[in-house]
């Protein structure tokens, strides 16, 4: 399995400023997902980042709000752009192996926008 | 639309006891099946996960049972334990999850009690 990190592991911050959260991976992975989980929600996912290429976005989730960086096999930063309150939720990083039948989750960021 | 459905959002077990969680998907492109463990202030921990070319998949005390035809699923714990509560994810993908985001049901709170 991968051992993966994020930072920062939570945050409060001012409405209308932005929040870049940094994954970090043990080992190199082609495919890297950035997922929400609101409160009492469920898992949802935003974008899929595979290196080398654009991210590709999930219907309500568009780059301007959350544009995506994938600088290599092993990182990964997602960025919440002029926050509100509605943003407050836990970002989760994913990753999988390849042709694996499993996929193995970061600690999350707790944000919360005030 | 959901399209995978945990309809339970709590559930007690008395310690030593089978717990047993239930979920039930829409999607008939849905070929594999995953449960995963999450604590507060942590991600979600991969538990288990099926392909739809089985009925069952075993791993020590956890074991998942896939009902293809009536699109549901269960997670067998036995016996249940006081650190196995935690809330549980079930999630569902056409590929492989390695390479695919997965779909979450809003997840299963399980209490073990001693």
């Known amino acids: 399995s991968a051992v993966i990190s994020q930072k920062p592991s939570r945050d409060i911050c001012q409405r209308g400023t932005s929040l870049t959260i940094q994954c970090q991976v043990d080992?190199?992975?082609?495919?890297m997902f950035w997922y929400r989980q609101q409160p009492g929600q469920s898992l949802t996912l935003i974008a899929t980042?595979?290196?080398?290429?654009?991210?590709?976005?999930e219907s309500g989730f568009v780059i301007d709000k959350f544009p995506i960086s994938r600088p290599n096999l092993t990182f990964s930063t997602l960025t919440v752009s002029n926050m509100s309150p509605e943003d407050s939720s836990i970002y989760l990083c994913?990753?999988?192996?390849?042709?694996?039948?499993?996929?193995?989750f970061g600690p999350g960021t707790r944000l919360t926008v005030t | 639309d959901q399209q995978v459905k945990q309809n339970s959002p709590s559930l007690s077990v008395q310690e030593g006891r089978i717990s047993i969680l239930n979920c039930d998907y829409t999607?008939?492109?849905?070929?594999?099946f995953l449960w995963y463990k999450k604590y507060p202030a942590e991600g979600p921990t991969f538990l288990i996960s099926?392909?739809?070319?089985?009925d069952k998949n075993e791993d020590g005390r956890f074991t998942v049972f896939l009902n293809k035809s009536a699109k549901h699923l269960s997670l067998h714990i036995v016996p249940s334990q006081p650190g196995d509560s935690a809330v549980y994810f079930c999630a569902a993908s056409a590929w492989l999850p390695g390479n695919t985001p997965l779909v979450f049901g809003k997840g299963t709170r399980l209490s073990v009690i001693a």
């Open positions: 994913s990753v999988g192996g390849q042709g694996s039948y499993e996929q193995y």
């Open positions: 999607n008939s492109m849905f070929d594999y």
């Open positions: 099926i392909s739809s070319i089985k």
């Open positions: 980042a595979n290196q080398g290429s654009e991210a590709t976005y």
């Open positions: 080992s190199q992975v082609t495919m």
